[in-house]
């Protein structure tokens, strides 16, 4: 036992030896093919990093004084002078329908009152604007106000709002914490800011409306004269199409400024500012989705109901609409669409988001599988609301069929409305509509007529016929030029330079601004040949519980929203003025 154990001792440190020289050997070896595996690895990740997706950075541009600046956002009389003006106009109803006379040739219809009233209004709450602007009433309810810049080469910065409002249903009524026309506030005690207005247009839009002519009189009364000049425009209809409003505002304005006549123009938005991850980001809407309204009629031959058909035409009908709603448009994440830059300037500068998730999101535009889990991501996290902002939406709002209990309903008709993806069109859309209607025309044997085209011969069984009432393309995103550029880096002033400072404890605050998209429309869409530099934005950190009142019960909006809007455009008014 002793012996070997001896002898073991004697042999294994030869036997570690050679163990030792040997490990050694496969390390080196290791390390060298370690190394040149990183370093080729290396040389991947700097070829990868190189067209990996940055976000862009923008310079600040001053704007306004910091001084009155803060006075706008600090001085309780004038918050409360500002805030009673927004109460003023929320109280006057200016409900619009989908349906109702141009206003051009009935000026007096009944609905239109309320519209004479708020003019009257305004008129009261901005006297400097009435009697030292041009102040135009367009098609009698719309209002151009014009104040003309000194140097007349410089194209005018345009602010868009709407009059308008959408309608309360009256049987919501009761369900609204406040009346909806009553502008009725809840103050909070601890910070003035963050009391709130409620009722029916407070934020949709009758806060930007008062927070653009609030900028505009506090201008005035310094005595401001612009170098360029400075417009607001201002919709009757913005929430019915804008056809008899910004339509018509837009025809004057062709003429006088001509297409391209215009610097910018700034509008209403759903987002302003909103941490993510850990990050403040600014999203102004430089895009917008395209917008379909089409009817489908089904006509099939009439009867008595004791002998039916197999499928009258309402079974027909809800046959084809059960075959639209389960097949969905795809979810896309392209270039061509502004918020995928705007989600991935968020994964960039997230704090808290997963390695290999940020990494899809910044290869997302060069690799087919990372451009996958994002979507994947996006729609799992974000559900229907993120969804539709990356495809085209199907909706189908109405139906109108049958009349009698003996008869067979002769005539069926639904309305389907879509918002059309960046990245398809109406053709495209409707292509896909149409196919759906072919598949059903071959199970019922009937015929297809298409905008007046006959695609399918009719049959006796009847046939189908689809109608496009309303088909806009989306609004491309607007270009990445000087006057972005410019926007941005005001709007990064305002927030890190006057905003944060007082707002937040943490030292210094960044503030990412990234482009989005629109889902809805806007007046904007009215304004295409003006310019292509509009900017949908809406000052302010309002909640996703406070946007979603919009068009809704107890729709409300803060006064640090109406008082970012009002600074907002001081300073954006300030900034665009030559040096
Ligand atoms: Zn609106």
Same mark, same amino acid.
């Given at each position: 036992m002793s012996l070997e154990k001896h002898g073991e001792k004697h042999c294994f440190p030869a036997k570690r030896r050679v163990v030792s020289v040997l490990t050694s050997l496969v390390s080196v070896t290791c390390l060298l093919f370690l190394f040149q595996n990183f370093c080729n690895h290396e040389q991947v990740a700097v070829l990868?990093?190189?067209?990996? =997706? +940055?976000? +862009?950075?923008?310079?600040?541009?001053?704007?306004?004084?910091?001084?009155?600046?803060?006075?706008?956002?600090?001085?309780? !009389?004038?918050i409360n002078g500002t805030i009673s003006k927004l109460q003023n106009a929320v109280r006057i109803p200016t409900e619009v329908a989908d349906e109702r006379p141009d206003p051009g040739t009935h000026p007096d219809a009944k609905e239109y009152l309320p519209f004479y009233k708020l003019h009257e209004q305004l008129k009261k709450d901005f006297p400097l604007v009435w009697s030292k602007l041009d102040v135009k009433t367009v098609n009698n309810l719309a209002l151009l106000i014009t104040w003309k810049g000194s140097n007349e080469s410089l194209k005018p910065l345009m602010f868009a709002a709407h009059l308008d409002v959408v309608p309360v249903e009256k049987k919501t009524w009761d369900d609204w914490k406040y009346p909806p026309f009553s502008a009725f506030i809840e103050y909070d005690s601890e910070n003035i800011l963050d009391s709130n207005v409620w009722g029916r247009g407070t934020f949709d839009d009758k806060n930007m409306l008062v927070g653009e002519l609030q900028a505009v009189e506090l201008l005035l009364s310094q005595g401001f004269q612009p170098e360029r000049g400075i417009i607001l425009a201002l919709g009757c209809d913005e929430e019915a199409s804008g056809q008899f409003g910004a339509a018509k505002i837009n025809e004057v304005l062709v003429e006088t400024y001509g297409d391209d006549g215009i610097y910018a123009i700034v509008d209403e938005g759903l987002n302003? %500012?909103?941490? +993510?991850?850990?990050?403040?980001?600014?999203?102004?809407?430089?895009?917008?989705?395209? =917008? %379909?309204?089409?009817?489908?009629?089904?006509?099939?031959?009439?009867?008595?109901?004791?002998?039916?058909?197999?499928?009258? !035409? %309402?079974?027909?009908? !809800? !046959?084809?609409?059960?075959?639209?709603?389960?097949?969905? =448009?795809p979810l896309l994440f392209t270039e061509k669409n502004p918020v995928s830059e705007w989600y991935q300037c968020a994964a960039q500068y997230s704090e808290g988001m997963d390695k290999s998730l940020r990494y899809d999101f910044l290869n997302a535009m060069n690799d087919e599988d990372s451009n996958a889990r994002v979507i994947e991501y996006l729609f799992e996290t974000g559900g229907k609301k993120v969804g539709y902002l990356l495809r085209t939406s199907q909706a189908v709002d109405i139906i109108h069929g049958g009349f009698k209990s003996n008869a067979l309903p002769e005539t069926v008709s639904v309305l389907i409305n879509s918002r059309v993806a960046m990245e398809s069109s109406v053709n495209e859309t409707m292509q896909k509509f149409v196919d759906q209607i072919k598949e059903t025309c071959k199970e019922h044997g009937l015929g297809l007529q298409y905008e007046g085209t006959q695609l399918i011969d009719s049959s006796e069984n009847g046939e189908f016929s689809v109608e496009i009432s309303i088909g806009k393309d989306p609004v491309p995103s607007s270009p990445n030029n000087d006057a972005w550029k410019h926007f941005a880096g005001t709007v990064k002033s305002f927030y890190e330079d006057i905003v944060f400072p007082t707002k937040f404890e943490e030292e210094s605050t960044e503030l990412v601004i990234a482009p989005t998209i629109m889902s809805g429309n806007t007046d904007c869409l009215n304004y295409l040949s003006l310019t292509q530099n509009i900017y949908r934005f809406q000052p302010g950190f309002a909640s996703e519980d406070t946007l979603g009142t919009i068009h809704s019960v107890n729709e409300h909006v803060n006064f640090e929203t109406v008082m970012h809007t009002v600074a907002f455009v001081y300073h954006y008014i300030n900034a665009v003025q030559p040096a």
């Amino acid at each position: 036992m002793s012996l070997e154990k001896h002898g073991e001792k004697h042999c294994f440190p030869a036997k570690r030896r050679v163990v030792s020289v040997l490990t050694s050997l496969v390390s080196v070896t290791c390390l060298l093919f370690l190394f040149q595996n990183f370093c080729n690895h290396e040389q991947v990740a700097v070829l990868k990093e190189s067209q990996l =997706f +940055q976000c +862009q950075t923008f310079d600040k541009v001053s704007g306004g004084s910091a001084d009155i600046l803060k006075y706008i956002l600090g001085n309780d !009389s004038f918050i409360n002078g500002t805030i009673s003006k927004l109460q003023n106009a929320v109280r006057i109803p200016t409900e619009v329908a989908d349906e109702r006379p141009d206003p051009g040739t009935h000026p007096d219809a009944k609905e239109y009152l309320p519209f004479y009233k708020l003019h009257e209004q305004l008129k009261k709450d901005f006297p400097l604007v009435w009697s030292k602007l041009d102040v135009k009433t367009v098609n009698n309810l719309a209002l151009l106000i014009t104040w003309k810049g000194s140097n007349e080469s410089l194209k005018p910065l345009m602010f868009a709002a709407h009059l308008d409002v959408v309608p309360v249903e009256k049987k919501t009524w009761d369900d609204w914490k406040y009346p909806p026309f009553s502008a009725f506030i809840e103050y909070d005690s601890e910070n003035i800011l963050d009391s709130n207005v409620w009722g029916r247009g407070t934020f949709d839009d009758k806060n930007m409306l008062v927070g653009e002519l609030q900028a505009v009189e506090l201008l005035l009364s310094q005595g401001f004269q612009p170098e360029r000049g400075i417009i607001l425009a201002l919709g009757c209809d913005e929430e019915a199409s804008g056809q008899f409003g910004a339509a018509k505002i837009n025809e004057v304005l062709v003429e006088t400024y001509g297409d391209d006549g215009i610097y910018a123009i700034v509008d209403e938005g759903l987002n302003g %500012i909103k941490k +993510q991850d850990g990050v403040y980001i600014a999203s102004p809407g430089t895009a917008e989705k395209g =917008f %379909i309204n089409f009817w489908i009629h089904l006509n099939t031959p009439g009867g008595h109901s004791s002998v039916p058909p197999d499928h009258t !035409s %309402i079974g027909i009908i !809800s !046959s084809l609409v059960t075959k639209i709603e389960s097949k969905k =448009f795809p979810l896309l994440f392209t270039e061509k669409n502004p918020v995928s830059e705007w989600y991935q300037c968020a994964a960039q500068y997230s704090e808290g988001m997963d390695k290999s998730l940020r990494y899809d999101f910044l290869n997302a535009m060069n690799d087919e599988d990372s451009n996958a889990r994002v979507i994947e991501y996006l729609f799992e996290t974000g559900g229907k609301k993120v969804g539709y902002l990356l495809r085209t939406s199907q909706a189908v709002d109405i139906i109108h069929g049958g009349f009698k209990s003996n008869a067979l309903p002769e005539t069926v008709s639904v309305l389907i409305n879509s918002r059309v993806a960046m990245e398809s069109s109406v053709n495209e859309t409707m292509q896909k509509f149409v196919d759906q209607i072919k598949e059903t025309c071959k199970e019922h044997g009937l015929g297809l007529q298409y905008e007046g085209t006959q695609l399918i011969d009719s049959s006796e069984n009847g046939e189908f016929s689809v109608e496009i009432s309303i088909g806009k393309d989306p609004v491309p995103s607007s270009p990445n030029n000087d006057a972005w550029k410019h926007f941005a880096g005001t709007v990064k002033s305002f927030y890190e330079d006057i905003v944060f400072p007082t707002k937040f404890e943490e030292e210094s605050t960044e503030l990412v601004i990234a482009p989005t998209i629109m889902s809805g429309n806007t007046d904007c869409l009215n304004y295409l040949s003006l310019t292509q530099n509009i900017y949908r934005f809406q000052p302010g950190f309002a909640s996703e519980d406070t946007l979603g009142t919009i068009h809704s019960v107890n729709e409300h909006v803060n006064f640090e929203t109406v008082m970012h809007t009002v600074a907002f455009v001081y300073h954006y008014i300030n900034a665009v003025q030559p040096a």
